[in-house]
């Protein structure tokens, strides 16, 4: 069943009213009254589509990660299937350097609003899953699972944000290629 198209509008009206925010006041905790009143939209309307700020949070990242999950499910090697698991989790890595490095606001604010329990989000979840994957066919040796969480740790909104902004961008993806290196061969 398809969303109404007075249901879509008031969505994306609620994702950009958010985004926009989010690039006004950085980081900084914003409200659900807020997103509301930019959206001009009823605060109930946002609550009953996203259920929280969590879960707006969540619903702005996984719309600003749709892109990459297309590319790994069924986008062109390395990202996609077809290449050795050592160069997809690479490629993964350096996709996801990119994205954070470009939604470092956003980032900051879905980790403070999931607070609780970060590794639970759907997001998370899904890139813990591909990488675990990946790392369990190129090493089967290792504790994947431990690896996935590692790896995935070093994209903490403080930590992607002192890496990319210490006057070299391309840091966290270059280390990240250099770690993976040293532990899958």
């Known amino acids: 069943m398809s969303e109404r198209a007075d249901a879509a509008r008031n969505r994306r009206a609620i994702l950009r009213a958010t985004e926009e925010l989010l690039a006004i006041h950085g980081s900084a905790h914003i409200s659900l009254d807020q997103v509301a009143a930019h959206a001009q939209v009823g605060k109930g309307t946002v609550f009953r589509r996203f259920g929280s700020r969590t879960g707006l949070m969540q619903a702005l990242l996984q719309e600003r990660a749709a892109q990459l999950r297309q590319a790994l ?32 606001a956003l980032l900051a604010a879905h980790e403070r609003s999931c607070a609780t329990d970060r590794h639970a989000d759907p997001t998370y979840v899904r890139w813990h899953t591909h990488l675990e994957t990946l790392i369990g066919q190129a090493r089967p040796d290792l504790d994947a699972a431990f690896v996935a969480h590692a790896l995935l740790g070093m994209f ?16 966290l993806a270059r280390s990240l290629r250099q770690l993976v290196g040293e532990l899958l061969t």
């Open 156 to 171: 903490d909104a403080d930590m992607v944000r002192r890496l990319t902004q210490e006057g070299d961008p391309g840091r």
């Open 73 to 104: 499910e069924s986008g062109p090697a390395p990202l996609g299937p077809g290449a050795p698991p050592a160069e997809r989790i690479v490629a993964f890595l350096d996709a996801l350097s990119q994205l954070a490095a470009g939604n470092l």
